[in-house]
């Protein structure tokens, strides 16, 4: 077994990245709940960040505004991949996080550099609980899969897996489409192209999610379906780290 520091042994921290609709959010969660691991899914912070500014008020234009509201944000994290929530101020946000209003201009927060400090750092806090069992953590120490555009890069890049998930653009755009609309013809998945295409190019500006950095392992996804994409995740998390976690051991 690994060692952190003295006598601890640390839980298994997985990073998955990958552009919209590469199923990082599916396959994290299927992983973690297989693996008795948290997760944490962290664009859900980026969309409550959103969701917070638009409730106080605050014009997302006013990047200082903006990056001051979300040092207040009184955000609770509910990392359970059975049921994954998000809490804001006391209210659960999930699904009002998910709304394609909110979609449409999460970007805008999301490039914020001052609000990507402020999440990293809240995000970087909650992987670290769940590695070292402090108290109050969802795996009671056993580890998380945590996922979103920057994660192998920027937060976790000390992660015992880094996973780049990529699909190319017909499957994202399918998946999503049919994510959304629940039919993925020419017309759901032109009323998509925004919200994946659009966005990511938005979102890439800030962070580099389209290819594997050193030490970073690539799957693509796209002529996998939920179960084969799974898979294949689980065996590279197997395949990667040594720690009783990735083996199914509790
Ligand atoms: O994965 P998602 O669609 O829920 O992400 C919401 C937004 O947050 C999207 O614009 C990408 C951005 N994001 C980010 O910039 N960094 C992350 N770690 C996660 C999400």
């Not at 909650?126 to 056993?142: F, K, L, N, Q």
């Not at 489409?177 to 659009?198: F, K, N, P, S």
């Amino acid at each position: 077994m690994e060692q952190a520091g003295t006598d601890r042994v640390r839980g298994l921290v997985v990073a998955i990245d990958g552009p919209s609709g590469s199923g990082k959010s599916t396959v994290s969660r299927r992983v973690a709940a297989e693996l008795g691991l948290a997760y944490l899914d962290t664009g859900a912070m980026y969309r409550a960040a959103t969701w917070w500014c638009l409730r106080r008020g605050v014009a997302l234009t006013d990047t200082g505004a903006v990056a001051a509201a979300v040092r207040d944000m009184p955000l609770v994290m509910v990392t359970d991949p059975a049921g994954p929530r998000v809490v804001c101020d006391g209210e659960d946000i999930t699904d009002a996080t998910r709304a394609s209003a909110l979609s449409a201009v999460v970007s805008q927060v999301a490039t914020n550099l001052e609000v990507r400090a402020e999440l990293c750092r809240l995000q970087r806090a909650e992987i670290e609980a769940e590695a070292t069992g402090a108290p109050g953590s969802r795996s009671a120490g056993r580890g998380i899969v945590a996922e979103g555009r920057d994660i192998t890069t920027v937060v976790a890049p000390d992660a015992d897996v880094r996973i780049l998930l990529i699909a190319d653009e017909r499957a994202r755009l399918a998946r999503r489409a049919r994510e959304l609309h629940g039919t993925a013809d020419a017309a759901t998945i032109e009323a998509t192209r925004d919200e994946v295409v659009r966005r990511d190019a938005d979102d890439s500006t800030v962070s580099r999610f389209m290819t594997a950095a050193d030490g970073v392992t690539t799957v693509d996804t796209s002529a996998f379906g939920v179960e084969e994409t799974f898979a294949a995740v689980l065996a590279v998390v197997r395949g990667a780290s040594t720690r009783p976690a990735a083996r199914g051991e509790r």
